[in-house]
């Protein structure tokens, strides 16, 4: 799978690290009022290895990595990506960066995925959505231990396979970075562990890969963690 991967700089620009979070606050608007998501967030997410956005229910988890993901703008603060601002990018090219350089794996499998596809088109649509070249799906498909499914339909495949499945399609999009929002909480114990293999091939094949999860299975692969608690940071090890 490695010869998938873009030789190119995955965000040209030197030494910084990959994400650059600086005293960052997001709130969301609520009919009560606004309510703080995080609160004086600055974290840096270095360009390689295994990154876990870890912490309880509603500690901040899923808006940080929307955050990272250049869904969410932060309501004050900065974010760099690479060394770059892009707190104050506008919504297209926002847009297009995320597109061509971030991947994101939600929670649920099926999300993930195009549901009338087969698996093989998937990929493909996948790779093409940012603007890639498709490759060969059987070797794809071989690296995730879901050899000879490139004809069946997503629902065919049993929720850990459409999740490994999900990793694949963000693979094919040659990302930057792969963001995954507690890819492994719908799962059992057995298929999290296979999830879990993928990713940490991922990230031995040089692609940084950030994690939202209370999973400690998923934390003790980190290579760093990223604690947080009522929307701060409580300590990054
Ligand atoms: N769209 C929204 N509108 C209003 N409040 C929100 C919204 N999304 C998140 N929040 C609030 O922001 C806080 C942080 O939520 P977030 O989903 O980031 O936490 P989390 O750590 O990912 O939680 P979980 O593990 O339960 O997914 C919570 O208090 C949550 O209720």
Not at 143 to 148: A, F, H, R, S, V
Request: hydrophobic letters at 45%; charged letters at 25%.
């Amino acid at each position: 799978m490695a010869e998938l991967l873009t030789d190119e700089p995955l965000f040209p620009g030197g030494p910084a690290p990959l994400f650059d979070v600086d005293h960052v606050r997001v709130e969301y608007p609520t009919p009560a009022g606004p309510v703080p998501a995080l609160e004086d967030v600055t974290a840096t997410v270095a360009d390689h290895g295994l990154t876990v956005l870890a912490g309880p229910s509603g500690s901040g988890k899923s808006t940080l990595l929307r955050v990272l993901g250049l869904i969410d703008r932060p309501t004050a603060g900065r974010v760099a990506v690479a060394g770059r601002d892009v707190t104050t990018l506008g919504h297209r090219a926002r847009r297009a960066l995320r597109r061509d350089r971030i991947a994101l794996v939600v929670q649920n499998p099926a999300e993930n995925l195009i549901g009338h596809l087969t698996v093989g088109q998937n990929l493909r649509a996948a790779a093409e959505s940012a603007r890639q070249d498709p490759g060969d799906a059987e070797t794809a498909l071989d690296w995730l231990g879901i050899p000879g499914t490139a004809a069946w339909r997503v629902e065919a495949l049993s929720g850990g396979q459409q999740q490994r499945l999900a990793f694949g399609c963000a693979l094919a999009r040659r990302p930057a970075v792969v963001l995954a929002d507690e890819p492994t909480s719908q799962l059992d114990a057995a298929s999290a562990a296979l999830v879990l293999d993928v990713i940490a091939r991922l990230v031995a094949d040089g692609v940084p890969v950030v994690v939202a999860s209370h999973d400690d299975e998923v934390i003790t692969r980190a290579d760093r963690v990223v604690r947080l608690r009522e929307g701060r940071i409580e300590e990054t090890t």
